[in-house]
């Protein structure tokens, strides 16, 4: 029998109690990130842009993190300025000015290939409720929403849903500010703690609409009170310090885009409606 090479070995399993916990205290979360020593385990996926799993270790505290240099990203056409690494901590930097901590601390660092964006790691609950479902074509059953209607071969179709939940609906809300262009079901991570978190923000804040996603269950539905109280302040720190704050991941043009889409949302107070010249579903899904 062959010995499992010393990288299979080694290779440390993430604790999804510890992982949410640290998710929750951001500044104890940044300041490993920033400050820790890295420690690479392997790639995540076999996709363009290299994604490694890492571990980051401070003061005898170790949690794993996701760490995506900029000299592995692969040019993309429609986000031809700064980096995606630039892009997920503009993503992160958005999110906790919203106040919802909806994406993992991420921080802009260099590592052993240069620098790069790291992201604390979420470990999805083994037993958290599933986000995503197909039902009978009638539906959608109650407490779920309606996303598309897939064909499931054999000439049939089915329903693809998500639940009718609040954590899912600000994520919704997030995303339409940032214009995700990838929010698959993949990218949804429900933490131990019964927080939901969003990942892999490398393909936002372009110019033109390009918000894809699962999460049109409320789509041209009034934004709860709550979304207009976040996005009205929002609106008014992307005018001042948390547009400083982008200013160094985005263009001008980027930053005053995402203000026009927040404006745009406080103005006509419904979440968006798909948009016709754009594939507003990720297939895959997941
Ligand atoms: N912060 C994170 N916490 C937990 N899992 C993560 C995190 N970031 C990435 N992953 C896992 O790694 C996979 C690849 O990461 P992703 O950010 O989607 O990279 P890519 O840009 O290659 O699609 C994700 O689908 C997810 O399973
Ligand atoms: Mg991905």
Redesign the pocket.
């Known amino acids: 029998m062959s010995e499992p090479g010393p990288e299979a070995q080694d290779v440390p399993e993430?604790d999804p109690v510890a992982?949410a916990a640290l998710a929750a205290d951001a500044p104890a979360a940044l300041r490993l990130l920033r400050e820790g020593a890295l420690t690479l385990h392997g790639r995540?996926?076999d996709?363009?842009?290299?994604?490694l799993?890492c571990s980051v270790t401070l003061d005898g505290v170790t949690a794993?993190?996701?760490y995506?240099p900029v000299a592995g990203e692969r040019p993309l056409w429609d986000f031809p300025d700064g980096t995606?690494a630039g892009r997920?901590v503009a993503a992160y930097e958005v999110s906790a000015a919203a106040g919802w901590a909806l994406i993992?601390p991420?921080l802009l660092r260099e590592g052993p290939h240069g620098p790069g964006m790291v992201?604390?790691?979420?470990?999805?609950d083994p037993g958290a409720a599933p986000l995503l479902a197909l039902q009978d074509p009638a539906g959608p059953e109650e407490g779920w929403l309606p996303i598309v209607r897939a064909d499931v071969g054999g000439g049939r179709t089915a329903l693809l849903v998500h639940p009718d939940d609040a954590r899912l609906r600000r994520l919704a809300v997030l995303d339409a500010v940032l214009n995700n262009a990838?929010r698959k079901g993949?990218?949804l991570?429900p933490a131990a703690d019964g927080r939901i978190?969003g990942?892999?923000?490398?393909v936002t804040f372009a110019v033109p609409g390009k918000l894809r996603t699962l999460l049109w269950g409320w789509a041209g539905t009034p934004l709860p009170a709550e979304a207009l109280d976040v996005l009205g302040r929002l609106a008014a720190d992307l005018d001042g310090a948390l547009g400083e704050r982008l200013a160094p991941h985005l263009t001008r043009a980027e930053i005053a885009a995402a203000a026009d889409r927040t404006a745009a949302l406080l103005r006509t107070a419904e979440h968006p409606l798909p948009s016709e010249d754009w594939p507003s579903i990720p297939w895959p899904p997941i």
């Not at 996709?47 to 994604?51: D, G, Q, V």
């Not at 992201?119 to 999805?124: A, G, I, R, S, T």
């Open positions: 993430a992982g995540l996926t996709a363009s842009n290299a994604a799993y794993q993190c996701v995506k995606l997920e993992p991420t992201q604390l790691w979420v470990e999805p990838d993949g990218h991570i978190y990942i892999d923000h490398g």
